[in-house]
């Protein structure tokens, strides 16, 4: 399986992408349940890894989408124009738009390669 990418960039602004076992992401205080987290003002994110203790590599790919998705909405100004800047109305919006994004990239890849197409 291909490794995340160790950086995006959302609108400009990159964010550090980090792979930690489950371990170390309930030492920096993670609930026990959680996949992945983004720290949009630190500007990264951390994905569970995969294995015992962490997630599937679909549930990986699910989180990485996730995640990112976090920080679609901070750099884009969704979160606080359309959320109020609140979390318990994002993460919804996001857990739903997650799966239902990466099922159809994963089941167009033709769009994706039309949309990434380099352009003149
Ligand atoms: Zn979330």
Redesign the pocket.
């Known amino acids: 399986m291909i490794r995340p990418p160790r950086r995006i960039v959302v609108i400009g602004q990159p964010f550090d992408v980090t792979v930690v076992p489950r371990d170390v992401a309930m030492y920096n205080g993670a609930d026990p349940h959680c996949l992945?987290m983004?720290d949009v003002h630190e500007a990264f994110i951390q994905l569970r890894a995969i294995g015992a203790g962490g997630q599937s590599p679909m549930s990986q790919l699910d989180t990485m989408l996730?995640?990112s998705l976090?920080a679609v909405f901070y750099a884009s100004g969704t979160f606080g124009a359309v959320f109020d800047k609140d979390h318990t109305k994002?993460?919804p919006a996001?857990?739903l738009m997650a799966p239902a994004i990466l099922d159809l990239l994963r089941k167009n890849p033709v769009l994706v390669r039309y949309l990434t197409q380099k352009l003149p």
């Open positions: 992945g983004t996730h995640e976090h994002e993460e996001v857990g």
